[in-house]
């Protein structure tokens, strides 16, 4: 296995659109983006310019043809923003990269925003990397920052359900294991339109195939 690191250019077609959105912003922290399934997830700290209402922001989110979920959460002068949304305008691009995960194992692991770049972490068979390597540069004219052997072993991971994985995936990207906590359960459960005490099953069972996938 192999695990690559992907730069993508962040070009001004990417903003179009959403100068209104760029605008409203005073700065934001932390971005970071997952794929679910052909879906993919968003989470970042936001603070918006006096005068803004966070809520109206909201609505015109909601009302955008590739947005599947959208919730804010206040943290003391600031929101952390949840967005769930299909690949929309880059629908055809997204499709050529799951082709590639019809043919072995290919996982977007994470994305981040980085300068005017945003960086992609694939794991990814042997035998594929030369066609990962291709699709992103024919794509998205990306460059690779770095490929590195990666465990061959088969990860405790893929004894999840979906949901388990779903839900085991956003509660550590969100910062539900950090300490302090940086989303509740509830605010998880919110994201996920889950009650909290689903949540927390999901949780316990998750992790409890995760520990038994290490220690066994």
């Given at each position: 296995m192999k695990r690559l690191k992907i730069a993508?250019?962040?070009?001004?077609?990417?903003?179009?659109?959403?100068?209104?959105l760029l605008g409203a912003i005073e700065w934001a922290y932390g971005d970071t983006y997952f794929t679910i399934?052909?879906?993919?997830?968003?989470?970042?700290?936001?603070?918006?310019?006096?005068?803004?209402?966070?809520?109206?922001?909201?609505?015109?989110?909601?009302?955008?043809?590739?947005?599947?979920?959208?919730?804010?959460?206040?943290?003391n002068e600031h929101y952390l923003i949840y967005l769930r949304a299909s690949f929309g305008p880059q629908k055809e691009k997204?499709?050529?990269?799951?082709?590639?995960?019809?043919?072995?194992?290919?996982?977007?692991?994470?994305?981040?925003?980085?300068?005017?770049?945003?960086?992609?972490?694939v794991l990814c068979e042997d035998g594929l990397v030369g066609e990962v390597v291709r699709t992103f540069r024919e794509t998205y004219g990306a460059r690779v920052i770095s490929v590195e052997d990666a465990e061959s072993e088969k990860s405790p991971i893929s004894k999840l359900t979906k949901r388990q994985a779903e839900v085991l995936l956003l509660a550590y990207k969100s910062g539900?294991?950090?300490?302090?906590?940086?989303?509740?359960?509830r605010e998880l459960a919110e994201?996920?339109?889950?009650?909290?005490?689903?949540?927390?099953?999901?949780?316990?069972?998750?992790?409890?195939?995760?520990?038994?996938?290490?220690?066994e």
């Open positions: 993508i250019p962040n070009s001004e077609r990417l903003y179009r659109g959403f100068e209104w399934g052909t879906d993919v997830v968003k989470l970042v700290e936001i603070k918006f310019r006096d005068g803004v209402n966070p809520e109206e922001i909201l609505e015109r989110l909601k009302s955008l043809p590739q947005t599947k979920d959208v919730k804010a959460f206040p943290r997204a499709e050529r990269l799951f082709e590639l995960q019809k043919k072995g194992l290919v996982v977007f692991e994470s994305g981040t925003f980085v300068g005017g770049e945003s960086i992609l972490s539900y294991f950090d300490e302090p906590r940086k989303v509740t359960l994201m996920l339109n889950l009650s909290p005490s689903t949540v927390k099953e999901h949780l316990r069972k998750g992790l409890k195939k995760v520990l038994e996938g290490i220690i």
